[in-house]
């Protein structure tokens, strides 16, 4: 290793200026990661309240058996070799799959600005050797993240991905399969985050859009396949989730603050959704977070 250091550093030329580097104006460093696998169509294809569209990204990485992910209205396939990066407020979800047994990772992450990795956005990204080494080195140093000073590695390591993803596939054409950054569903996911679910109502959303409420819920159905009002409600609840999990405020403040009328009225909402009371889904996260630091709640 060495001699091979010795016979590069010896073809560094000496510089101009020994008080003017190089660096980067801007650095692409993920925050809040969070790396999970899915082993089979089941698990996958789950109606659970995380797998809605929500504000963070998240990298789609098949690496056994491959299957279509539908993104906003266009349909990725994806095949082992392959990855989608989805950007926040896309809705996604899956739809035919090779096989019942499988082994998709999912990475997902915030703290990034969109316009700085603009060009991965709505395509079908090649995973050369080098972005297939960075990711089962983030996956490696992911078991051990409890650990001092790994999660910044992780960071690092994922960051390095991104940055050999743009460089990798700026220079490939994209797909033909591509989804349109400014349709109706991004425009209905981004008016929902900036106002908050459960204020508001379909009539001033469809006054911002420009149509009529009517003719705005048969388009949001023919692009998503899902009524306008079951998507705003799914979309309450997935609001719902973070405020138990994040927050400390009273379950009647949370059921008023996602539209609902009253606790028992959410309850019930939330109960049909994720199979278990508000009450009892807060308290997984308490009971974690008392256990000490060194095993904190994971999805």
């Known amino acids: 290793m060495l001699e091979k250091l010795a016979e590069v550093s010896a073809t560094i030329e000496i510089p101009h200026d020994y008080f003017h580097g190089y660096e980067q104006s801007s650095l692409v460093i993920p925050k809040s990661v969070l790396i999970f696998t899915r082993q089979t169509t089941t698990t996958l294809r789950q109606r659970s309240l995380e797998n809605k569209s929500h504000h963070r990204f998240v990298l789609v990485v098949p690496i056994r058996s491959g299957g279509e992910v539908n993104l906003d209205h266009a349909v990725f396939d994806l095949s082992p070799g392959q990855?989608?990066?989805v950007f926040?407020?896309?809705?996604?979800?899956?739809?035919?799959?090779?096989d019942e047994q499988l082994n998709w990772l999912f990475i997902t992450f915030e703290g990034i600005d969109p316009s700085e990795i603009q060009t991965l956005r709505d395509r079908r990204l090649k995973l050369d050797e080098k972005s297939q080494s960075l990711l089962l080195e983030t996956t490696e140093l992911w078991k051990d993240r409890d650990?001092?000073?790994?999660?910044a590695y992780i960071q690092l390591s994922i960051s390095k991905l991104i940055y050999n993803l743009i460089a990798t596939n700026a220079r490939r054409k994209r797909g033909s399969t591509r989804s349109q950054t400014d349709n109706l569903i991004s425009k209905v996911n981004a008016w929902i985050f900036e106002r908050g679910p459960?204020?508001?109502t379909i009539h001033t959303l469809s006054k911002e859009i420009g149509t009529c409420a009517s003719t705005l819920r048969k388009r949001f159905r023919s692009t998503s396949g899902v009524t306008l009002g079951r998507y705003i409600r799914e979309q309450q609840l997935l609001h719902a989730t973070s405020l138990l999990s994040d927050s400390q405020l009273p379950i009647g403040e949370i059921a008023l603050r996602c539209g609902y009328e009253s606790s028992a009225s959410f309850s019930r909402a939330f109960r049909k959704q994720s199979g278990e009371n508000p009450r009892k889904y807060r308290s997984r996260f308490s009971t974690t977070s008392t256990a000490g630091q060194s095993d904190p709640a994971k999805k």
């Not at 926040?88 to 090779?98: E, M, T």
Request: aromatic letters at 18%; proline letters at 9%; charged letters at 15%.
């Open 147 to 151: 650990q001092r000073n790994v999660p």
């Open 198 to 200: 459960g204020t508001g």
């Open 88 to 98: 926040p407020f896309q809705f996604h979800f899956y739809g035919k799959l090779d």
């Open 83 to 85: 990855a989608l990066l």
